[in-house]
Structure formats: C-alpha cells, structure tokens
C-alpha cells in the first residue's frame, strides 16, 4: 500500500509564498508522474501542476491560473513532489492534494489534502 503525505499548508497574506511537500511511503513504486490538485470549499477537485518523467526527463505542466507564479519539482527515485506557490491571491485558497501514478493516465494515490489559506 502507499500513502503520500503532505506538508507545508498554512495560512499566508496575499502577495506571500508557500511550499508544499509531499512524500510517499510504504510500498516501493517507480511513479510515472505526481502532481497537485486543489479542491475550494464548494468547488469541484481542480488541477493544479504535474511533473511526469520518462527516464531522466521531467515534462512540466500548470493551470492556467497558476503560470508564472506556482513551481513544481520533483524525484521519481525518492517520491515526492514540491510545490512553490509564489505571488499567492485569495483566490488560491483551497485544500491542496497531492497525487501519484505509476503509469499514464489516471493517478492511482492520493493524499488527504493540506489547507493553504491565503487572506486579502
């Protein structure tokens, strides 16, 4: 079983930074690609970032609404993913979750979310 666990929500003024970290654990799996969603309070599940990797190769994709200002990184050796959200607006506030999958297509784990609060 794997689980993925993240850190690094918080609560920050507009204008200000976070990172988010996630990391997975329990059984061993080569990932694909992890990315970032997002979920806001009456809001459907959206997507936010993804890395994915063929070989050594990361492809690097984002939400429109997060170019420019959201960077994602990460190692398919270790597991984990980082998300550096920079320049953050009240509108970024949600329920951030991390995912991974071990080959194209859907993401088969999820973790159990980490609130990011942004205040104007």
């Known amino acids: 079983q794997v689980q993925l666990v993240e850190s690094g929500g918080g609560l920050v003024q507009a204008g200000g930074s976070l990172r988010l970290s996630c990391a997975a654990s329990?059984?061993?799996?080569?990932?694909?690609?992890m990315g970032w969603f997002r979920q806001a309070p009456g809001k459907e599940r959206e997507f936010v970032a993804a890395i994915s990797w063929t070989g050594s190769i990361g492809t690097i994709t984002y939400a429109d609404s997060v170019k420019g200002r959201f960077t994602i990184s990460g190692d398919n050796v270790k597991n984990t993913v980082h998300l550096q959200m920079n320049s953050l607006k009240p509108e970024d506030t949600a329920v951030y979750y991390c995912?991974?999958?071990?080959?194209?297509?859907?993401?088969?784990?999820w973790g159990r979310g980490t609130q990011v609060t942004v205040s104007s």
């Open positions: 995912a991974a999958r071990e080959v194209v297509g859907a993401y088969d784990y």
């Open positions: 329990g059984r061993t799996f080569t990932s694909y690609g």
